[in-house]
């Protein structure tokens, strides 16, 4: 019998630092929300794929075990195969539990398996982090895992030469998803991207011109108040005469602040714009954790900075500080670069920034930038411009790792895989307006049979998780609609395109 296989990535959100935060680079999805008793259902064991180190290089014969798992609780003998594609962080067993994609695999009776990235979790394909074994770490080499891993199983389970694949992913995912779509249309059937930005880019000043404007208009007050904390900062440090970090103790810094020293003020002003930033992607997403009672929201980050009865603008920013300090357990903000740096330096398998930091910052120093960047000191949350990133790519790296070697490495994304111009068919884009990634993502199309799904009010990867009783309806809408193309494209044939062009704002 024809087996059909559904292929599911997620994107983990990566910022400037897992160990230290600061500067934001991560951009990852999470682990789904989930009742104990569900995630416990049925027991996952890691299993090891032997993986090729380098696929282009026929010459080279070297492999490594890949990890991932397999759930065939809901499988019958004509149903559909999904697989997780994992992303920038360990893969979780909570995602084979739980999640829009598991609700699917009920549906259609799918086998699911979940794979996990190269050099993430405990794949991993060479002995330390040096950027000498780096070179093997790209968004190419994943995509030819993915590839080999759909040869491979079709063999390994029995599965059938004309069997159908769709592709999921979230976040990074989410492109990979849409650009395996692309690269293996042999292989792979269909595609639904959730929050893939697409658009290789260095300096992705948008996306902090998008918290601002999700600021104005959710919070007008709010928003002039950070900017007016921000100006007070900016002005105390211009003014120094040697009691800046007299006036500024309620923020709680790990080390004195150097009032000549522009990379550890940028890096302070990129680590406090984070504290929104954060809580804006991920707003009222059905993540792990993210209904705890003491994790701080939009609305109560907002009520300390419009609460008048706290005089200083100033005053209220390090409060909002304390807050998300508080609630990751941190006595203090470790904000400097040469700290980050340190921690990003250390190439052993049980670092800090092992986790993911160290290897996505790479991906971003080679092949994307993605770099959030704040250019002005008029913006709301101050000035953090590109030159923060490039010096974190050449003191991590090497020096080599400089703006000239991004650039190259931006275009040669762009050119390989087609920015927003992407041609391929069956693919579903799911982009939501609160998530500022939405600017390098498929927010509208023009291809037949592919439909680009803009979602008013939701945030990243909103669509992946498991339904709450919190989503919006339009969210619930958006995981019907997934639902019907999916079942009309694993019924018909490569030949076949029942579906004109969409672009769907859901409000």
């Known amino acids: 019998m024809e087996m059909k296989i559904i292929f599911f990535g997620v994107l983990y959100c990566i910022g400037w630092n897992n160990a230290i935060k600061s500067t934001k680079l991560l951009i990852g999805l999470g682990e789904p929300n989930s009742p104990e008793e569900i995630s416990r259902s049925v027991p996952y ?7 090729k180190l380098d696929h282009f290089n026929p010459t080279d014969k070297r492999t490594w075990k890949q990890k991932y798992q397999v759930n065939s609780q809901y499988h019958k003998e004509d149903g559909p195969i999904f697989l997780m594609i994992g992303g920038e962080n360990a893969i979780s067993s909570l995602w084979m539990t739980t999640g829009a994609w598991i609700d699917y695999a009920k549906e259609f009776n799918a086998l699911c398996f979940q794979l996990e990235h190269r050099y993430y979790g405990k794949s991993r394909p060479t002995d330390d982090l040096s950027s ?81 404007n999700i600021l104005n208009t959710y919070n007008p007050d709010c928003a002039v108040q950070i900017k007016l904390a921000t100006k007070m900062l900016n002005d105390l440090i211009k003014s120094d005469q ?119 910052t790479y991906q971003m120093c080679t092949e994307f930038g993605f770099f959030q960047t704040s250019s002005q000191e008029e913006s709301i ?11 974190l790519c050449s003191s991590v790296y090497g020096e080599s790792y400089d703006i000239d070697l991004l650039t190259r490495g931006i275009n040669r994304s762009n050119m390989m895989y087609g920015q927003l111009d992407i041609k391929e068919s069956r693919v579903i884009y799911v982009q939501g307006t609160v998530d500022p990634w939405h600017a390098l993502g498929m927010t509208h199309t023009k291809i037949i049979n592919t439909v680009a799904i803009y979602i008013n009010g939701t945030a990243h990867c909103a669509d992946m998780y498991p339904p ?19 079942q009309e494209w694993l019924a018909v044939s490569d030949l076949v395109e029942p579906f004109s062009l969409d672009n769907i704002n859901v409000q």
């Open 45 to 51: 064991t890691n299993r090891w794929f032997i993986q």
């Open 132 to 212: 000498e074994s780096l070179v093997h770490l790209s968004s190419e080499q994943a995509l030819a895992d993915l590839a080999q891993f759909i040869i491979d199983s079709k063999t390994k389970f029995n599965i059938s030469s004309t069997a159908k694949w769709v592709v999921f992913g979230g976040s990074y995912a989410g492109s990979l998803a849409a650009w395996s779509r692309m690269k293996f249309p042999h292989l792979i059937h269909a595609a639904v991207s959730s929050s893939g930005p697409l658009l290789a880019k260095a300096d992705f000043n948008e996306y902090y011109k998008i918290v601002e």
């Open 242 to 360: 040697g009691n800046v970090n007299n006036n500024i103790n309620n923020f709680k810094l790990c080390d004195p602040l150097e009032v000549n020293n522009k990379i550890d003020l940028w890096s302070l002003f990129a680590n406090l714009a984070s504290n929104f930033a954060d809580i804006i992607q991920y707003y009222r997403s059905n993540r792990l954790g993210a209904t705890s009672t003491n994790k701080p929201t939009l609305d109560s980050l907002c009520d300390i900075m419009t609460n008048k009865l706290i005089l200083s603008p100033l005053d209220r920013y390090a409060l909002v500080n304390e807050k998300i300090l508080n609630f990751n357990s941190q006595n203090c903000t470790d904000y400097t670069f040469n700290n980050l740096v340190k921690t990003y330096k250390n190439v052993s398998w049980k670092s800090d920034a092992a986790t993911g930091s160290r290897q996505w």
């Open 381 to 391: 949350f101050g000035k953090f411009p590109l030159d923060l990133f490039i010096k």
């Open 468 to 486: 709450s009783p919190s989503d919006p309806p339009q969210l619930n809408r958006v995981r019907t609609l997934i639902r019907a193309y999916l």
